[in-house]
C-alpha cells in the first residue's frame, strides 16, 4: 500500500516563526502536492511539484514555499507564520499511472 | 469563478437509506476526471470513486456509485444502503487534463446517518 506520511499530527507554533510541515511518500511518486483545508472552503492548493526540484505554485501560495530536494520529501515552509494560516494542511502524491491522488493523514497547524 | 461546486452543505439520511450528494463541475477541457473522497473524523482522505470524461458508463464500486450528466455538468455521488460508518465529509474534486496532475475540490458535504 501507498503510504504517505506526514510528520507531526498536531503543531502549535508561534506568530513570526519560521514552520517546516515535511511530507514523505514511500511508492516513487512524480507527483506531490500541499493543499490546505478550512471549513466551507474544501481543500485548496498551496503548492504542487511534478518532479524533484520543480515546484509550480497552486491558488493560494503567498506566504508559503516549498522544497523538494529528493523525489520521495515535499516539504511545506511557513517564512513567518501568522494566524490566519492556522489550519489543517494535507500532502498527497500521485504516481504517472495513477488517476487518484493518495493522502497523508493531515497536519492540523495552530499559529497562536 | 468556481470550478465544483458542491450546494449542501450538510446532510442527514436514514440508516439502510440510499442518499445522493451533489456535486457540479465547469471546464472547457474536453479531457477531465471527477473523483469523491471520503473524510471520517479522524482526518484521512479516502479515495472513493473516479470517472473519467470519456466513460460511457457510470463508474460504481460496491455501494458507492457516480450519477455522470456529462451535458449538465454533473457528477453526483450515489450511496445506496447507508451505514453509520458512512458519517463523514464527502469532497467532489475535478482533475483537468491541461492542468496536470492537481486535483481541484468543492467545499464539501457533511454527511450524517441516523440509527
Redesign the interface.
Known sequence: DVKVTQSSRYLVKRTGEKVFLECVQDMDHENMFWYRQDPGLGLRLIYFSYDVKMKEKGDIPEGYSVSREKKERFSLILESASTNQTSMYLCASRGLLDEKLFFGSGTQLSVL | AQK?T?TQ?GMFVQEKEAVTLDCTYDTSDPSY?L?W?KQPS????I?LI?Q?SYDQQNATEGRYSLNFQKARKSANLVISASQLGDSAMY?C?M?EAHQ?????????TELSVKP
Do not use: V
Open positions: 465544483i458542491q452543505p476526471g473523483f473522497y479522524s482526518g484521512e482522505m479515495f473516479y473519467g469532497f474534486a482533475r496536470g496532475g492537481k486535483l481541484i475540490f468543492g467545499q464539501g
